[in-house]
């Protein structure tokens, strides 16, 4: 195996890292606790004094974590006992060996970015855990829903565009689907702009219809892996017995209109027989901001059923069905809100690991999961994407991003360089796309 990178950290000054947790992870904690502000006379309705006492604690322990943030402070130990509070400690201790200072403590800007992005959302959970009887309270919730209801036009537009191509799917020809199943898959891809915790808790909503733009926005997809997935899930179809199954994973990110986007996906793929299941994975806890967790989802399909269109309710009464006839599966496992990179997932968690091994294919949404399979590490551009992964191929996977961090590899020599030369910012916009496959060809 050859030698891996050094991971993205802040000690780079000016770095999309180092700007990340000086600017807008502050920014996050400061939404957060503003949020516990606004909700005080719930919480004094609900539980009286008490739940007063709850949000002071909170607010309290979030601003502690604040300040240990931005002096720098050493990362300490959770101390709330969860599921997962002894992997995270062990975790830390790991990363604490791996230190050459000289008092072995690890830092904010010294220790690996995606570490301690991903530490910081678990202590925001520990602070709302630790504040009874408030510890159900999703501080992400309003941010979420709203983004939901800022893109309702486009998502009608979307639901009207899904509806009338199901009624014509069995007229269509096989250069016709695949059209179709290319403006999905792209359609979802652009959801992926929607994402909260880039803009720092800011409204980041769909306000056009994402279906006029495809077009436009193709000379932006910097890799184009489409039709791999094609021939990988037309085949299956093609030599699928009556009994047998075509699974497909969507390891998923952002909720709101992004989720709206992998859900119109996921229904072609059972309408037009590509897949006959569709598992979807999701969060525990809440998680970078926007990140969806079994509530989202579940409040999400509750939303469109209960949209004022008639083909968006359409939608959400047929996605209600699937999920109870089990066509449509939602999971989450506490490996997702931990700090590993994916190529540790068949140690840490062998039993998802296991799982994702039934797939035919996995689809993974957004940055993070990116992030997570390349290891957030200081790759060349055109290091080829099966040597990022580091052993991780439970089966074949695509990521489906808009680039929103400072990594990206499988580039074609040259290409990173040139587009650095003329858009510094190209890779942490989120105006450029990609879909990028490893398995078999």
């Given at each position: 195996?050859?030698?891996?990178p ?19 992870i ?9 949020t516990l502000?606004?909700?005080k006379s719930?919480?004094?309705e609900k539980h009286?004094?008490?739940g ?10 979030l ?10 402070k050493?990362?300490?130990p959770l101390?709330e ?12 201790e790991?990363?604490q060996?791996?230190l050459?200072?000289?008092d072995?403590?690890?830092?904010w ?8 992005e ?5 202590r925001?959970?520990?602070a709302?855990i ?5 510890d159900?309270f999703d501080v992400f919730?309003?941010?979420?829903e709203?983004?939901?209801?800022e ?5 009608i ?10 009624k ?14 290319f403006?999905?898959?792209q ?7 929607c ?8 409204s980041?909503?769909?306000?056009t219809?994402?279906?006029?733009s495809?077009e436009d ?9 489409m ?8 085949n299956?179809k093609k030599?699928r ?19 709206v986007?992998d859900l119109i ?11 006959t299941e ?10 970078f901001?926007s990140?969806?967790?079994i ?9 469109v ?11 959400g009464?047929d ?7 089990g066509k449509?599966?939602?999971?989450d ?6 700090p590993h ?8 968690a062998?039993?998802l690991?296991a799982?994702?091994?039934k797939?035919h ?6 940055d ?13 551009f055109s290091v ?8 991780f191929?439970p089966?074949?996977l ?21 587009l ?22």
């Amino acid at each position: 195996m050859a030698v891996v990178p050094a991971s993205l950290s802040g000690q780079d000054v000016g770095s999309f890292a180092y700007l990340t947790i000086k600017d807008r992870i502050p920014q996050i904690l400061t939404k957060v606790i503003d949020t516990l502000h606004r909700h005080k006379s719930e919480f004094f309705e609900k539980h009286g004094e008490e739940g007063v006492e709850a949000e002071k604690k909170a607010i309290s322990l979030l601003s502690k974590l604040r300040n240990e943030l931005q002096t720098d402070k050493p990362i300490i130990p959770l101390v709330e006992k969860f599921v997962d509070t002894d992997i995270w400690n062990q975790y830390l201790e790991y990363q604490q060996s791996l230190l050459n200072e000289s008092d072995g403590k690890s830092r904010w800007f010294y220790s690996p970015w995606l570490f301690v992005e991903c530490y910081m959302y678990r202590r925001i959970h520990e602070a709302i855990i630790q504040s009874p009887p408030i510890d159900y309270f999703d501080v992400f919730k309003e941010s979420k829903e709203q983004n939901f209801y800022e893109s309702q036009e486009s998502v009608i537009a979307l639901c009207t565009h899904l509806q009338q191509l199901i009624k014509t799917i069995e007229d269509l020809n096989e250069n016709q689907l695949k059209d179709e199943f290319f403006k999905l898959l792209q359609i979802s891809l652009w959801g992926n702009k929607c994402d909260l915790s880039l803009s720092g808790g800011e409204s980041s909503s769909q306000e056009t219809d994402v279906l006029d733009s495809l077009e436009d926005l193709k000379p932006f997809i910097l890799l184009n892996d489409m039709e791999h997935l094609w021939s990988l899930l037309s085949n299956c179809k093609k030599t699928r017995e009556k009994a047998s199954v075509t699974r497909v994973y969507i390891v998923l990110d952002n909720s709101g209109f992004e989720l709206v986007t992998d859900l119109i996906l996921a229904n072609f793929l059972l309408s037009s027989e590509l897949a006959t299941e569709v598992h979807f994975y999701g969060k525990t806890i809440p998680w970078f901001v926007s990140d969806t967790t079994i509530h989202d989802f579940n409040w999400l399909v509750e939303q469109v059923k209960h949209g004022n269109h008639k083909w968006m309710s359409k939608c959400g009464a047929d996605w209600e069905e699937y999920v109870e006839m089990g066509k449509w599966v939602y999971h989450d496992h506490i490996f997702w809100t931990l700090p590993h990179e994916y190529c540790a997932m068949s140690q840490v968690a062998p039993d998802l690991y296991a799982e994702l091994q039934k797939a035919h294919l996995i689809l993974f949404k957004g940055d993070l999961n990116y992030r997570k399979l390349t290891g957030d590490r200081k790759w060349e551009f055109s290091v080829p994407f099966h040597q990022a992964l580091n052993g991780f191929h439970p089966a074949p996977l695509c990521t489906i991003r808009t680039l929103k961090a400072e990594i990206q590899v499988g580039l074609k020599p040259g290409q990173g360089e040139q587009l650095m030369a003329s858009e510094p910012c190209w890779w942490t916009s989120g105006k450029y796309g990609i879909f990028q496959y490893d398995g078999p060809l």
